[in-house]
């Protein structure tokens, strides 16, 4: 073997000892800052998504909180805008409506439902007679029932003597044919509250 | 007295190199164990930081099962939103046509009656409208009544396009309530066609609840 200088030897053990320090600085602490960083970003994506779900979760509490008065709202929509024709309580709102306003409701005459895209119509013809004041009066209270209703057409003539007649109304009545479309948005998903669109009376 | 290193040169370099070592083997060794304990401390560090991760991992789950939990809510109150804008694109801009009607009767002169009267949302108005005429041709101002109403009509902000389709002579049966009789009364019939608009009055001032 080759002999070394004293100082060679010297020169040889530094590099030894300081190789070793290297290694061992290279094996027990690099892995170590390498997993704290890799740690450190899941810790930060850790906390973004704690504090979404939080976020979300405060949310929630808010769509839990205001459950009774959106079930209130959906019940007032049902009726609005039901999500079947409903003829019946149709009938009774206008049957109703004719009652209270004082004139007579002499025909009604609803068709099948037509689409007009994400809802449908329910096209009804209705003929009422009565005096000219009760016949606006019914006119306006009919953009006002709790089912959506557009009026798209309307006629209105004097009543003739027979119609008079046979309905016992004053003199000087009024005969109004009338178009009006009530509305309906079929369901997709059935948790409608129970008792949604119930006729009232 | 003078002192003379007769030692060779070999062992004299030994002798002074051989002194280093001890310092070699003390840097090394507080080398080694301040790399050690380095690696203790990054040790801790990485363990508290894996706590940590666990920690926000657990709250972000058991906050995201509790959201779940309510997840209903928000589907509902979702639904309603979505059927709600529906509801509203069906019942917007609909137009009181009885408020017009009624509107139309207002202005109407004292001297003119209806036959007639009819509203369409797309089509507009016609109505068919009477006033009285004087036997006596030569005084007969009737017509005028015809141009005053046409002139009212015209001042409603939702009908617009006034236009007289036919004014003429005519008679119209007048009946009376109490002898049931029909007496004919000499008139001028006339038909009026107008467009009607949506204007904030005429629109329907209820909303989807």
């Known amino acids: 073997m080759m002999s070394l200088s004293p100082r060679d030897r010297l020169i040889l053990t530094i590099a030894i000892a300081a190789v070793v320090v290297v290694g061992l600085a290279a094996l027990l602490i690099y892995p170590q800052f390498q997993e704290l960083g890799t740690l450190s970003a899941s810790v930060s994506d850790a906390t973004a998504q704690s504090q979404a779900a939080k976020l979300q979760l405060a949310e929630r509490?808010?769509?839990?909180?205001?459950?009774?008065?959106?079930d209130a709202k959906w019940l007032r929509l049902m009726n609005q805008v039901p999500d079947t024709p409903d003829l019946p309580s149709l009938i009774i709102e206008l049957q109703d409506l004719a009652f209270t306003e004082g004139v007579q409701l002499v025909a009604i005459t609803p068709a099948l439902p037509a689409s007009e895209g994400s809802f449908e119509s329910v096209p009804v013809s209705l003929e009422v007679?009565?005096?000219?004041?009760?016949?606006?009066?019914?006119?306006?209270?009919?953009?006002?029932?709790?089912?959506?209703?557009?009026?798209?057409?309307?006629?209105?003539?004097i009543a003739n003597d027979a119609t008079r007649i046979n309905t016992s109304l004053k003199p000087y009545s009024v005969?109004?044919?009338?178009?009006?479309?009530?509305?309906?948005?079929?369901?997709?998903?059935?948790?409608?509250p129970a008792g949604a669109a119930a006729p009232k009376n | 007295m003078l002192?003379?290193?007769?030692?060779?040169?070999?062992?004299?370099?030994?002798?002074?190199?051989?002194?280093?070592?001890?310092?070699?083997?003390?840097?090394?060794?507080?080398l080694v164990l301040i790399?050690?304990?380095?690696?203790?401390?990054?040790?801790?560090?990485v363990q508290q930081k894996s706590d940590e991760?666990?920690?926000?991992?657990?709250?972000?789950?058991?906050?995201?099962?509790?959201?779940?939990?309510?997840?209903?809510?928000?589907?509902?109150?979702?639904?309603?939103?979505?059927?709600?804008?529906?509801?509203?694109?069906?019942?917007?801009d609909r137009m009181n046509l009885g408020k017009i009607a009624e509107e139309v009767s207002l202005v109407l002169?004292?001297?003119?009656?209806?036959?007639?009267?009819?509203?369409?949302?797309?089509?507009?108005?016609?109505?068919?409208?009477?006033?009285?005429?004087?036997?006596?041709?030569?005084?007969?101002?009737?017509?005028?009544s015809v141009a005053k109403t046409l002139v009212?009509?015209?001042?409603?902000?939702?009908?617009?396009?006034?236009?007289?389709?036919?004014?003429?002579?005519?008679?119209?049966g007048s009946w009376d309530a109490a002898s049931n009789i029909t007496t004919p009364t000499t008139v001028v019939q006339f038909t009026t066609a107008a467009k009607i608009v949506k204007t904030p009055e005429s629109l329907s001032a209820q909303s989807v609840k």
């Open chain 1, 61 to 70: 509490q808010g769509f839990k909180d205001r459950a009774v008065e959106t």
């Open chain 1, 129 to 157: 007679i009565g005096s000219w004041g009760d016949t606006v009066d019914f006119l306006e209270a009919l953009m006002k029932t709790d089912r959506g209703l557009r009026i798209t057409k309307m006629n209105i003539g």
């Open chain 1, 175 to 192: 005969d109004t044919a009338l178009s009006i479309k009530a509305y309906m948005i079929p369901s997709t998903t059935a948790n409608a």
């Open chain 2, 35 to 45: 790399v050690l304990m380095s690696a203790a401390g990054l040790y801790v560090l």
């Open chain 2, 152 to 172: 009212r009509l015209n001042a409603l902000p939702e009908v617009t396009d006034v236009w007289l389709s036919n004014a003429q002579n005519g008679s119209w």
């Open chain 2, 3 to 30: 002192r003379i290193n007769l030692l060779p040169r070999e062992v004299l370099d030994r002798q002074r190199f051989e002194g280093w070592y001890r310092y070699v083997f003390i840097i090394s060794i507080g």
């Open chain 2, 53 to 92: 991760l666990q920690n926000a991992r657990d709250l972000a789950q058991q906050y995201a099962e509790q959201g779940k939990a309510f997840d209903v809510f928000e589907k509902k109150e979702k639904e309603f939103t979505d059927r709600q804008a529906i509801a509203q694109t069906a019942l917007s």
């Open chain 2, 109 to 144: 002169p004292d001297e003119v009656w209806l036959d007639s009267l009819s509203l369409d949302e797309k089509a507009g108005l016609t109505f068919g409208g009477n006033t009285p005429r004087s036997r006596n041709e030569g005084m007969n101002q009737s017509y005028k």
